[in-house]
C-alpha cells in the first residue's frame, strides 16, 4: 500500500499559461544533535502543457540557505512520488529535507531535493494527453534552474510508481547531466498485465516503455535500487535487479511497501546521491 501525502500544503500560484513559478520560503530546524543548520524547503506551482486542466504543484529543499548565495550552485536530486501521493511526500512524510540537513552537516555533498506532483500518470506519457515525464524535463528542469540550481548536474529518484518512473527516465537518456538513480521498492513487471490499465495504456504502451528490457542503458550509470523482504513486490525486483548490468548498490532488508521503510532506508539513499552528486 502507498500513502497519501501527509500534512500541510504551502502553495502560491500566479499566473495562468506556461510555466509561472511562485516561491514561499520557510525553514524546518534539524534537531538531531549534529547541527544547528537548517534545510530551507521552498514551494509553489505552475501550469503544465502536459497536465491538463490541472495545477502542479512542487517543493524545493535546500540545506544551509538558498542557492543563488556566493557558493557554487547546488546540484538537484530528483524525486518521483508513488500513488496516492504528491510532492509534499518525500518532506511531510519521509523528512528528506531533515534527513539531507543530517547528511550535510556529516559533511556529505550538499544538493537539493526537488518534487513535483505527478498525479497517476507512472510518469510516461498516456492516452489522456497527459506526460508527466516531459514536464520534469522541459517545464521543471528549467524552473529549477531559475532557482539558481545546476541542473546540468542532476540524479533522479522514487519509491514505488515513483521508484519505476526514475529507472525509466534514467534509462530513456532524457536528462543529459544524469548522475545517478535510485530507486525505493519500485514497481516494476517483466510482462503487461491486460487485467489493469492504470500503469500502461495497453501492450503497446507496455513494450514502448519497458524498463527490462531497456536494463542495458543503465550500464554505465550509478545507480541503487532497494526493497523490502515483506514487500509484494520483492521477487519481480529481485527479477529487474538480476538482469541489471554494471555495478549497482542497495539490497533486500527487512521491511514493507510502506513508509516506515522508505524512512529507514532514505539516509543510505540520500548518502548515495551525494557521493555520485559530488
Same mark, same amino acid.
Given at each position: 500500500?502507498?500513502?497519501?501525502? &501527509? =500534512?500541510?500544503?504551502? @502553495?502560491?500560484?500566479?499566473?495562468?499559461? =506556461?510555466?509561472?513559478?511562485?516561491?514561499?520560503?520557510?525553514?524546518?530546524?534539524?534537531?538531531?544533535?549534529?547541527?544547528?543548520?537548517? %534545510?530551507?524547503?521552498?514551494?509553489?506551482?505552475?501550469?503544465?502543457? +502536459?497536465? #491538463?486542466?490541472?495545477?502542479?504543484?512542487?517543493?524545493?529543499?535546500?540545506?544551509?540557505?538558498?542557492?543563488?548565495?556566493?557558493?557554487?550552485?547546488?546540484?538537484?536530486? @530528483?524525486?518521483? *512520488?508513488?500513488?496516492?501521493?504528491? *510532492?509534499?511526500?518525500?518532506?511531510?512524510?519521509?523528512?528528506?529535507?531533515? $534527513? &539531507?540537513?543530517?547528511?550535510?552537516?556529516?559533511?556529505?555533498?550538499? +544538493?537539493? /531535493?526537488?518534487?513535483?506532483?505527478?498525479?497517476?500518470?507512472?510518469?510516461? !506519457?498516456?492516452?489522456?494527453?497527459?506526460?508527466?515525464?516531459?514536464?520534469?524535463?522541459?517545464? +521543471?528542469? #528549467?524552473?529549477?534552474?531559475?532557482?539558481?540550481?545546476?541542473?546540468?548536474?542532476?540524479?533522479?529518484?522514487?519509491?514505488?510508481?515513483?521508484?519505476?518512473? %526514475?529507472?525509466?527516465?534514467?534509462?530513456?537518456?532524457? @536528462?543529459?547531466?544524469?548522475?545517478? $538513480?535510485?530507486?525505493?521498492?519500485?514497481?516494476?513487471?517483466?510482462?503487461?498485465?491486460?487485467? !489493469?490499465?492504470?500503469?500502461?495504456?495497453?501492450?503497446?504502451?507496455?513494450?514502448?516503455?519497458?524498463?527490462?528490457? &531497456?536494463?542495458?542503458?543503465?550500464?554505465?550509470?550509478?545507480?541503487? /535500487?532497494?526493497?523490502?523482504? %515483506?514487500?509484494?513486490? &520483492?521477487?519481480?525486483?529481485?527479477?529487474?535487479?538480476?538482469?541489471?548490468?554494471?555495478?549497482?548498490?542497495?539490497?533486500?532488508?527487512?521491511?514493507?511497501?510502506?513508509?516506515?521503510?522508505?524512512?529507514? /532506508?532514505?539516509?543510505?539513499? /540520500?548518502?548515495?546521491?551525494?557521493?555520485?552528486?559530488?
Amino acid at each position: 500500500m502507498e500513502f497519501p501525502t &501527509l =500534512g500541510r500544503r504551502r @502553495l502560491l500560484e500566479l499566473g495562468a499559461g =506556461g510555466v509561472t513559478a511562485a516561491v514561499l520560503a520557510g525553514c524546518a530546524p534539524v534537531s538531531d544533535g549534529l547541527t544547528a543548520s537548517r %534545510a530551507e524547503v521552498r514551494s509553489g506551482s505552475f501550469t503544465s502543457r +502536459f497536465r #491538463p486542466d490541472t495545477g502542479t504543484n512542487w517543493s524545493v529543499a535546500i540545506p544551509g540557505g538558498s542557492a543563488g548565495s556566493d557558493q557554487q550552485p547546488l546540484p538537484v536530486a @530528483l524525486f518521483l *512520488h508513488g500513488t496516492g501521493a504528491d *510532492h509534499r511526500m518525500v518532506f511531510d512524510d519521509l523528512q528528506a529535507d531533515r $534527513v &539531507l540537513a543530517q547528511h550535510v552537516a556529516r559533511g556529505g555533498q550538499p +544538493f537539493a /531535493i526537488a518534487a513535483v506532483d505527478g498525479g497517476e500518470s507512472w510518469w510516461h !506519457r498516456r492516452a489522456t494527453g497527459t506526460d508527466t515525464q516531459s514536464m520534469v524535463v522541459e517545464e +521543471f528542469l #528549467p524552473l529549477l534552474a531559475s532557482q539558481g540550481l545546476d541542473t546540468g548536474r542532476t540524479a533522479v529518484f522514487g519509491l514505488s510508481m515513483g521508484g519505476f518512473g %526514475a529507472l525509466l527516465l534514467a534509462s530513456q537518456h532524457r @536528462l543529459p547531466g544524469l548522475r545517478a $538513480v535510485a530507486a525505493m521498492s519500485p514497481a516494476v513487471w517483466s510482462m503487461h498485465d491486460a487485467g !489493469r490499465a492504470d500503469n500502461f495504456d495497453g501492450a503497446a504502451d507496455f513494450e514502448a516503455n519497458d524498463i527490462f528490457a &531497456l536494463r542495458p542503458e543503465l550500464e554505465m550509470l550509478p545507480k541503487r /535500487i532497494d526493497c523490502g523482504t %515483506a514487500d509484494n513486490l &520483492l521477487y519481480s525486483v529481485k527479477d529487474y535487479v538480476s538482469g541489471l548490468p554494471g555495478e549497482h548498490e542497495g539490497g533486500f532488508q527487512d521491511g514493507g511497501h510502506d513508509s516506515g521503510y522508505w524512512r529507514s /532506508i532514505l539516509p543510505d539513499v /540520500i548518502s548515495f546521491l551525494g557521493r555520485n552528486l559530488a
